[in-house]
């Protein structure tokens, strides 16, 4: 299955509601299982951004 490439502002919206709505809606055993994997993806990118911590609030900047 070929990955379609979001470019667009309200295409991450919409990818972003996929991933909140499965964190919903699956049970139990699955959403560990889905939140590992996203977990696992999010470790292995590491954009060209530095993040600022103020206790609950993160904010990423640019490097570039």
Do not use: H
Request: hydrophobic letters at 35%.
């Amino acid at each position: 299955m070929k990955r379609k490439r979001i470019t667009s502002i309200e295409e991450r919206r919409e990818f972003i509601q996929e991933i909140i709505d499965r964190l919903l809606y699956l049970d139990a055993d699955n959403r560990e299982r889905f939140i590992d994997t996203v977990q696992t993806a999010m470790s292995k990118f590491k954009p060209d951004m530095v993040v600022m911590s103020d206790g609950e609030t993160r904010v990423y900047k640019s490097i570039s």
